[in-house]
């Protein structure tokens, strides 16, 4: 069965550094997305992309984050400047189109800001 | 703005001992309502899809019915592997961003 996939499934980094978070979607999947899920909190919506452009965003999603799809099948979100508060654990999901459809997420990628 | 309210927060059963969780929302123009389960360190697994008022759907031990102002997810016999994190979620507005609950945690105890 299909699944999304993300990578690294852990990542420690120092404050004030970059990261970039790496998704692979469903293969015959059009939307994208990014959420997050702060320890103990809800999941909360970043950003969703769909043909090569940002969809919709949150108002976390500030200028500090970006997200790209470098090629036909990886999807990435980058968080140019860290801040200990954006320690989360990160979904990356896809759906085939985004009106009513599923969205089916991956594993997580724990980010730990230290 | 869109809310979502799941109750309760933890659900503690026996084996066998059927129940239900709830999600109740306030949100302008439902799209859609969305089941999910999440085990600890993992990410949300999709259960089931609800679209309009007095649609149910059924999977295994899960049932899930949606009303107007609210979801529920009923367990029938529940065995120790459907312990979990079960979150709600809906689809509103002409955006496709998903609004979560906070979820249910569930332990089946033998």
């Known amino acids: 069965e299909p699944e999304v996939t993300q990578t690294p499934s852990h990542q420690v980094t120092q404050m004030g550094q970059e990261v970039i978070l790496r998704c692979v979607p469903i293969?015959?999947?059009?939307?994208f997305y990014w959420y997050r899920q702060i320890l103990g909190q809800k999941v909360e919506f970043l950003v969703s992309?769909?043909?090569?452009?940002?969809?919709?965003k949150s108002e976390i999603f500030d200028d500090q984050f970006s997200v790209e799809r470098p090629d036909g099948s990886n999807f990435t979100l980058k968080i140019r400047s860290t801040k200990l508060e954006d320690s989360a654990m990160y979904f990356c999901?896809?759906?085939?189109?985004?009106?009513?459809?599923?969205?089916?997420f991956g594993p997580g990628t724990r980010l730990l800001v230290l | 703005e869109d809310q979502v309210t799941q109750s309760p927060e933890a659900l503690r059963l026996q084996e066998g001992e059927s129940s239900s969780l709830n999600c109740s929302y306030t949100?302008?123009?439902?799209?859609?309502l969305f089941w999910y389960r999440q085990d600890p360190g993992k990410g949300p697994e999709f259960l089931f899809t609800?679209?309009?008022a007095g649609e149910e759907k059924e999977k295994e031990r899960l049932k899930a019915t949606l009303t107007k102002k609210e979801s529920f997810l009923h367990i029938t016999a529940p065995k120790p592997e459907d312990s979990a994190t079960y979150l709600c979620?809906?689809?509103?507005?002409?955006?496709?961003?998903?609004?979560f609950g906070t979820g249910t945690q569930l332990k089946v105890e033998l």
């Open positions: 999901a896809s759906s085939t189109w985004g009106r009513k459809e599923t969205q089916y």
């Open positions: 949100v302008s123009g439902l799209r859609g």
């Open positions: 992309f769909y043909n090569n452009e940002i969809s919709e």
């Open positions: 293969s015959n999947h059009l939307y």
């Open positions: 609800l679209y309009s």
């Open positions: 979620a809906v689809l509103t507005g002409g955006g496709n961003k998903l609004t």
